[in-house]
């Protein structure tokens, strides 16, 4: 069965410091990878995916990951935080490759306390 | 344009009682998810309808929940005899394909 692990439930950082909230998923099989974020009282809103083709990939708000097949990973990277992206991360993976239904397979999300 | 909406925002009821909550998808997308999130459980797959096919109904909790989609658009998840542990936000996503979920804002359903 699928798996994702946020390695970190919280990451406090200052304003215009990096960050990389860090993803594991486990999968024998190809996979979709998305980072979602969650600010208070809200939906989800896509930050960015991996589908195929290049595994840098580029998302909103100054956003990226990299997908690394080797360590079944894809870590979120931002090189200057700013106090809005303070929020809950979500890192999903898709059973498209298995069941060809795209549920998606959650962690258990990473909140990112951004500090002046 | 529009994005996904689920109503009612908020729900509280009481025990024992049934409960509907509903999902209007973006339009054309013929896919559509139920999702749960719980402080306890984390975010945890529902249900999830494409187009006519049979849906799959592999993440529902218990047999009290229950959902549809009529005409290929709007959808309804129900909870009867609601309990305690029901009390969560329950999220609706939907997609063209399958690939790419654009979810709505959810339902916070509290049961007393």
């Known amino acids: 069965a699928q798996s994702v692990t946020q390695l970190d439930s919280q990451v406090p950082v200052f304003e215009e410091a990096p960050v990389e909230l860090r993803c594991n998923y486990s999968?024998?099989?190809?996979?979709?990878l998305f980072w979602y974020v969650q600010y208070p009282n809200q939906g989800l809103q896509l930050l960015l995916k991996?589908?195929?083709?290049?595994?840098l990939v580029k998302g909103i708000n100054g956003f990226e990951a990299e997908f690394n097949k080797s360590q079944t990973s894809f870590h979120l990277r931002k090189p200057s935080v700013h106090i809005s992206d303070t929020a809950e991360y979500f890192c999903?993976?898709?059973?498209?490759?298995?069941?060809?239904?795209?549920?998606?397979?959650f962690g258990q999300g990473t909140t990112l306390q951004v500090k002046p | 344009g529009a994005g996904v909406s689920q109503s009612p925002s908020n729900k509280v009821t009481e025990k024992g009682k049934d409960v509907e909550l509903r999902c209007d998808p973006i339009?054309?997308?013929?896919?559509l998810y139920w999702y749960r999130q719980s402080l306890g459980q984390g975010l945890e797959f529902l249900i999830y309808?494409?187009?006519?096919?049979?849906?799959?109904k592999s993440g529902l909790p218990s047999d009290r929940f229950s959902a549809e989609r009529t005409g290929g658009s709007v959808s309804t998840l129900t909870i009867q005899r609601t309990q305690q542990e029901d009390s969560a936000v329950y999220l609706c996503?939907?997609?063209?394909?399958?690939?790419?979920?654009?979810f709505g804002p959810g339902t916070r359903l509290t049961v007393l």
């Open positions: 999968s024998s099989v190809s996979v979709y």
């Open positions: 309808f494409q187009g006519n096919s049979a849906p799959d």
């Open positions: 991996y589908l195929s083709g290049s595994t």
């Open positions: 996503a939907s997609s063209r394909q399958t690939d790419t979920q654009y």
């Open positions: 999903a993976v898709s059973d498209f490759g298995s069941s060809n239904t795209g549920k998606l397979i």
């Open positions: 339009s054309g997308h013929t896919a």
